[in-house]
């Protein structure tokens, strides 16, 4: 249902959960409590605490759809049963090279490729009317 394309059948799809889905029910439920202290208190965080440690940087687009889709299957299917994207590395380069790879469009990062709509000369022309000005490295700006 998060990846439908067109919005017809999300819509009839959106209406039969939708009670499931609604912010009183969410918000009184301890299904999602106990969710949510798994979800950040013995994943997220730990993962975070541990990058920050080790000074290594953190692919923040790739732990939201991370999480995100731990909780959802958590939520639907439980804790028992659930994807651990966040911990499972392999796993989750594996799942988002599948789901990237069925978007219907050239994606860099969050961002439809402006050349995927314009044909190569015109996009390359297009960019010949801003001026480019160097910027300083990171050394020059003592980072």
């Known amino acids: 249902m998060f990846s439908m394309a067109a919005s017809k059948p999300h ?5 039969m959960v939708s009670n499931v889905y609604s912010k009183s029910y969410i918000q009184s439920s301890p299904e999602l409590h106990k969710i949510s202290q798994v979800m950040i208190y ?3 965080l730990p993962l975070m605490e541990k990058a920050a440690m080790e000074k290594q940087p953190l692919d923040v687009l790739e732990l939201n759809y991370s999480t995100t889709m731990d909780f959802i299957i958590a939520f639907m299917f ?6 651990n994207f ?12 599948v789901y990237q790879s069925r978007r219907p469009c050239k994606v860099t990062n969050l961002y ?3 050349s995927a709509f314009l044909p ?10 801003f001026p ?5 490295s990171s050394k020059q700006q003592n980072i």
């Open 86 to 97: 966040l911990l499972d590395v392999e796993a989750r380069k594996h799942w988002l090279k």
């Open 120 to 129: 190569k000369a015109k996009f390359l022309s297009f960019f010949k009317t």
């Open 78 to 83: 439980g804790l028992q049963n659930c994807s």
């Open 112 to 114: 439809p490729s402006p």
């Open 42 to 44: 013995e994943r997220l």
């Open 11 to 15: 819509s009839i799809r959106k209406r």
């Open 132 to 136: 480019l000005y160097n910027t300083p």
